[in-house]
């Protein structure tokens, strides 16, 4: 489906939302005839192609394990995710794992990898060892071609510094909902690009913390190294300490005296992440409205994380304050305004499922709630409460908006108008909510602003909903397609 991310980059993405997890098996046909290599997947072995395989670019290798790609004729078991409602006429189906082997995670929350101890097989399981902190201030500038991988819901990037189609570097521009304040944007596939960051030493590809962009600054350097990771704590202190997120600081805990009792470390390093949502537990369809996901890790000093021999929770000795930041395009992205309610829930492992949290004070206007506890859950989510909203009625919100023609038999103009620049979600569905195409941008002027939407041709014919999702309000109107 064709989708402009918050970076502003049309690509072929797919919401993780749409896919279904499966595991098949059957022979790999690899179609060589036309412009680009397919992979395609005969599931009975009777010559007829099943599916279309999705290993990622050409390039495109594991940062783990002894997966490879396989030969035409060659028998796979496949395990990944399903899309239906794939551009063509078959389904679409995107490796997680080839006969046993690890390909790639889908939800790896891979802007947190700020250190060689932080590997992917921690990114995919934090209860393992992956403390997130830059051990070096060192910058390098690397000048190159970027390669931007976009066979998922975020785009990833990458750096060929030598020409040759490949990467030499992968590139962390922090979380995919990240815009800086300047006058910088992300950059497009294929543009020579000057970078100057630091340099982590990982897995298949170095990684590089970016700073700067064509010298243009991407993050401030002093905030992200003073505030923008974990610390280690003595629990001898007679002192406060905070703990910020990396990329936002407006994430913390606030740890007062007297926090720390017999039972834990003297020495401990303590992290606030913030990670994917589908790289929690038990997420599914009801988690569907989710806003945030957030990670607490404490780490002993063989850096072996201790919330899971604690069942994923920390008892304290002492009240810590908490702080959690979302931002504009995470609303966005999620389709919940501003005005909506929320709810936080922390991951009780006994019970393995999520539970509300009382006593959480939730502020709009910053984006931001905090609330005190003795007890700090591994596992935080923000999402919609779905119990009661207070989501401005149609008729009465800032923005007038249409869709023309009215049935729409090949493109569908949609029109609307802001009373000020915002980011955008056009967003459409059938009647049982199942998503059709989703387009994002990061900021559309205030004003009148057009998009033309032409559908798949394979698309039935019906009723369809229109979304027009900024961070204050959601307009809804119902269109017929007519083929």
Known sequence: MLCTTLSGITQYLINPDSLEDVTVSGTIYVDTSGSSIRYLLDEG????????????????????GDAVRPQDGDEVIIAGGLNTDALGNL???????????????PYESYWNQLNEDYTAV??????????????????????GFVLADSSFHDIRYY??????????????????WYVPSGNVSYPEDGDFVEISGIIVHVSVYPVIVVIALDGTVWRDLNGFMNYGQGRWMNGQSDGSEVVYSPFDTGNKIQFRPGWHHQGLPGSMYCQLLQTNLHGLPAWGPSNSKGLAAYNVGWFNQNRLNLMKQNQHRMHLNNLVRIRLHYTDGQLVRAGIQKQDRLRLNGWDEVASRWV?????QYDPSTNSLEFETNVVFAYYLLVKDESTTTTVELQNAPMRYCIYPNP?????????????????????????????????????????????????????NGIYILEIITPEDRMVMKWLWEH
């Open 45 to 64: 072995s009777d010559g007829f192609m099943d599916y279309r395989v999705h290993f990622g670019p050409l390039w495109y290798q594991p940062a783990e």
């Open 91 to 105: 389904p679409s189906l995107f490796v997680y794992e080839i006969n046993g082997e690890f390909w790639r995670d």
């Open 122 to 143: 921690s990114l995919v399981y934090p209860e393992g060892s992956g403390i997130c902190i830059l051990d070096s201030l060192d910058q390098e500038l690397i000048a």
């Open 159 to 176: 750096l060929d510094t030598d020409s040759d189609g490949l990467p030499d570097y992968k590139l962390n521009f922090g979380p995919p």
């Open 356 to 360: 509300e949290l009382e006593g959480v």
């Open 408 to 460: 729409v038999r090949q493109v569908a103009n949609i029109r609307w108008e802001m009373e000020e620049s915002q980011p955008v979600v056009i967003r459409i569905t059938n009647l049982t909510g199942q998503r059709i195409h989703q387009q994002e941008f990061q900021l559309l002027p205030a004003g009148i602003n057009e998009f033309q939407y032409q559908p798949d041709a394979g698309l039935t």
